[in-house]
């Protein structure tokens, strides 16, 4: 079954922790994307990668790393966690064609981030 | 930079109702827009996407316009039905930019 595949779902860690949420999909998808979701805020990208060693940031970077050493993984690192990071994170990947030609973007079911 | 608007943010109607809810976006220089929906706790689910050259896309209740020189697009539910209730979230995929969301539209399908 195609599928991105975030792991935990559930995280409840303290301030100064450094943590890691996985993301991986089995799509062969070249373009993957970390967002967090607030409540009022919506969903907020954090950062991306086109493909293979290729990460750029998005709107919402501070605090956070990402990694691309293979096509299907995209692990999101927090360094350092803070109160103001928890949110509800979500993992999307897809197709990178040119544009016009159909890529639909992909979802994990989340990963709800408390860090107190 | 561009900015996604969704109208409206919330919306109750009856079982059996044709609805339209509307997203509009500041910058016309765009790929794509797709539409998702979210359940509670869960992740998005992608309805409909629709590429700029496109006017329409369909899929079984659900229609979604585009209007791109005017910066609209509308998703369209016939006959609503009360597993319809979820949050309903417009992207647009920009030509500068990468993907930016509205903030949804929630929606509740009364039985």
């Known amino acids: 079954e195609a599928q991105v595949t975030q792991n935990p779902r559930y995280l409840i860690t303290v301030t100064g922790k450094k943590l890691t949420v996985t993301c991986s999909q089995n799509?062969?998808?070249?373009?993957m994307s970390w967002y967090r979701q607030d409540p009022g805020l919506g969903l907020r990208q954090i950062y991306y990668s086109m493909n293979v060693e290729v990460t750029d940031k998005g709107d919402v970077p501070e605090g956070y790393k990402v990694s691309r050493k293979e096509k299907r993984n995209f692990p999101l690192i927090l360094e350092s966690p803070s109160p103001n990071q928890t949110s509800l994170y979500f993992c999307a990947s897809s197709l990178l064609r040119p544009a016009g030609v159909r890529s639909p973007l992909h979802f994990g079911n989340g990963t709800r981030l408390t860090v107190t | 930079k561009q900015e996604v608007t969704q109208i409206p943010a919330a919306l109750s109607v009856p079982e059996g109702e044709n609805l339209v809810l509307n997203c509009s976006f500041t910058d016309s220089a765009i790929y794509n827009l797709q539409w998702f929906r979210q359940d509670p706790g869960k992740g998005l689910t992608s309805l409909l996407l629709?590429?700029?050259?496109?006017r329409e896309q369909t899929s079984g209740r659900l229609n979604a316009s585009l209007d791109k020189s005017s910066g609209r697009s509308t998703l369209y539910i016939a006959a609503s039905q009360p597993g319809d209730s979820a949050t309903y979230l417009c992207a647009v995929k920009g030509v500068a930019d990468g993907l930016t969301f509205g903030k949804g539209t929630h929606l509740i399908i009364q039985p």
């Open positions: 629709i590429q700029s050259s496109q």
């Open positions: 799509m062969n998808h070249e373009y």
